[in-house]
């Protein structure tokens, strides 16, 4: 079975600029998450997609944070534009449902802004 | 809101057994995982406990107490390859279930 796949793995820009990342979920995993990881810190969630609905996005930067899934299967996120403390590793991760059930991980895309 | 505490960082030697707290608050509580990631990698699951008691698989056991608001993750027979972080988290059903994760505690397993 296919794991969950991201890219690009790593990214490098300047601030201000704009950046997307691509995710594709394990396949028929209803439930998609966006985490940001600060270094030393654990996962954040930015947004939860059950299929191509949003569940949560209460800690999503909305002003220049935005996140989509179209078709309820690969999601994009994208920064517009990027600050300094957007350097982070985004993870993707899915889970069959948003029941009792543990989430499975992509290896993450590593941002740094400049 | 969701409160989840565990220690930074924590060091024990090869072939010792080591105990990681993890302490939490949360309105909706409906399970916890925790989670084992090593440095530049991807968190993989390791445990999940939604009842009472001690969960064993294998050198690694996870214990709940929902009325502490209290977890361990209990690791046997250390080995080097355990050097890594230990993340708890909490799915809390307020709103829809979410998965919500400590900082992790870093432990470093030495010879």
């Known amino acids: 079975e296919a794991g969950v796949a991201q890219s690009p793995r790593y990214k490098i820009i300047e601030k201000r600029q704009s950046v997307a990342f691509w995710c594709n979920p394990i396949s028929g995993h209803a439930t998609l998450y966006w985490y940001q990881q600060i270094l030393g810190q654990g996962p954040k969630l930015l947004i939860q997609?059950?299929?191509?609905?949003?569940?949560?996005d209460s800690q999503l930067p909305k002003d220049r944070f935005s996140a989509e899934r179209l078709k309820g299967v690969d999601s994009t996120l994208k920064i517009q534009p990027a600050k300094l403390e957007d350097s982070a590793v985004y993870l993707c991760?899915?889970?069959?449902?948003?029941?009792?059930?543990?989430?499975?991980f992509g290896q993450g895309t590593r941002l740094t802004v400049v | 809101g969701q409160n989840i505490d565990q220690p930074t960082e924590m060091t024990a030697t090869e072939g010792a057994i080591v105990q990681i707290n993890c302490t939490y608050q949360t309105s909706g509580f409906n399970g916890l995982f925790w989670y084992q990631q090593h440095a530049g990698e991807a968190p993989t699951f390791l445990s999940y406990?939604?009842?009472?008691g001690l969960e064993e698989k294998g050198r690694f056991s996870s214990f709940l107490s929902r009325s502490k608001g209290y977890s361990y993750l209990l690791l046997k027979e250390l080995q080097m390859k355990d050097s890594a972080s230990y993340l708890c988290a909490v799915r809390d059903n307020t709103g829809g279930f979410k998965t919500i994760f400590g900082a992790g505690t870093r432990l470093f397993v030495k010879a």
């Open positions: 997609f059950q299929n191509n609905g949003v569940v949560d």
């Open positions: 991760a899915s889970s069959p449902s948003t029941g009792q059930t543990e989430a499975f």
């Open positions: 406990n939604v009842l009472d």
